[in-house]
């Protein structure tokens, strides 16, 4: 396996996935971050973002958010609050709360912990879209 990375994605009801993999790129706290073979140990926060992983040539993607990730002798694991495949992903609600958080996010008045919490549901809402829709390159 020295060409080959396990990626091990989970949240806290279910594993999303178990692959060896050729490459993964993670939305990490200093931004996006590709993982080779050999990458040097280290352990990141996620950022909500996409993810993708190469195999045998051909790259998928999923939608991460929050959590951690950790690399370890050519083991990457991903623990996400939430990890969705695009087939998975509900457009339409995406959808519908991106407009419903535009619209709050529009006339804030509450707390700037509240207003911080509904700028991630509108950044979780417009990457599950671009997934969703296949415009996420």
Do not use: C
Not at 51 to 65: A, I, R
């Amino acid at each position: 396996m020295a060409n080959q990375l396990q990626l091990d994605v989970v949240t806290p009801e279910r594993r999303v996935l178990s692959e060896s993999v050729n490459a993964v790129t993670v939305p990490g706290s200093n931004g996006e971050m590709q993982l080779l073979p050999g990458h040097a140990a280290l352990i990141s926060e996620l950022k909500t973002g996409v993810l993708t992983y190469n195999q045998d040539g051909t790259n998928f993607q999923l939608h991460v958010s929050g959590g951690f990730l950790e690399v370890n002798d050519d083991r990457v694991s991903v623990l996400a609050e939430v990890a969705e495949r695009p087939e998975e992903i509900d457009a339409a609600r995406a959808r519908l709360s991106r407009e419903h958080t535009e619209k709050q996010l529009g006339s804030w008045s509450g707390t700037e912990e509240d207003f911080e919490k509904a700028q991630a549901k509108l950044e979780r809402s417009l990457v599950r879209l671009q997934l969703a829709s296949g415009s996420h390159k």
